[in-house]
C-alpha cells in the first residue's frame, strides 16, 4: 500500500507579507527566522521602564537584560505664573523627549464654592489666579480602547497606560 508523502507543515514567518487567509489569531507573535534577530517590548505599567530580550534561535539559553531610564527630576517646583511653568515645562520636555498634556483644570471659583461649602478656616484663593491647580499626564497615559471592528489590528498607538504625571 503506498501512501502519499507528507508535507512538513509551513511556517509563517511575519517578514514574508504572505497573504493567506486562514484561521491564525491576530494577537499570536511570529518569530523572525533570521539569527540575532531581537525583540523590544516596554512595560506598560511606567513610562521609564523598557525590557528587552535578545537570543538567537536555536539556543536553548536567552539573554535577557533589562535597561531602566529615568527622566531627570525638575529642578524648579515653584513658579510665579502658569505662562512661567508652561515655559519650563517646555523646555523640559524638549530636554527629555517627554509630552504631557492637562488632563484637568480647577477653576478658582470653583474651588472657592468647595471650601466656602465645607464652612472650614481654610483661606480663600484669590480670584485672578483664574486656574487654582492642572493636573499633566503623559500622552501615552491611559488604557487603549479597540473601537474598530477588528480589520485593522494593532493600531493601539498612543494609549499604553504610562503613569507619568
Not at 69 to 75: G, N, R, S, Y
Not at 83 to 101: D, G, I, K, V
Not at 114 to 139: D, G, Q, R
Request: charged share 30%.
Amino acid at each position: 500500500m503506498n501512501r502519499p508523502a507528507r508535507r512538513a507543515p509551513k511556517r509563517r514567518h511575519h517578514a514574508t507579507g504572505s497573504d493567506e487567509s486562514d484561521n491564525s489569531n491576530s494577537e499570536e507573535e511570529w518569530t523572525m527566522p533570521s539569527r540575532g534577530a531581537s525583540i523590544h517590548t516596554s512595560d506598560t505599567s511606567s513610562q521609564f521602564d523598557t525590557k528587552s530580550s535578545r537570543g538567537d534561535e536555536g539556543d536553548d539559553t536567552t539573554d535577557t537584560s533589562v535597561s531602566q531610564t529615568l527622566a531627570p527630576p525638575l529642578e524648579r517646583t515653584q513658579f510665579d505664573s502658569w505662562e512661567s511653568f508652561h515655559s519650563y515645562l517646555n523646555e523640559y520636555s524638549a530636554m527629555t523627549n517627554q509630552s504631557f498634556r492637562v488632563r484637568t483644570n480647577n477653576k478658582v471659583g470653583e474651588r472657592n464654592k468647595k471650601i466656602a461649602k465645607m464652612k472650614t478656616s481654610a483661606p480663600l484663593i484669590p480670584n485672578e489666579w483664574i486656574v487654582y491647580n492642572k493636573t499633566l499626564v503623559c500622552t501615552h497615559a491611559g488604557k487603549y480602547k479597540a473601537r474598530g471592528k477588528g480589520k485593522r489590528p494593532r493600531q493601539e498607538v498612543r494609549a499604553t497606560q504610562c503613569g507619568a504625571q
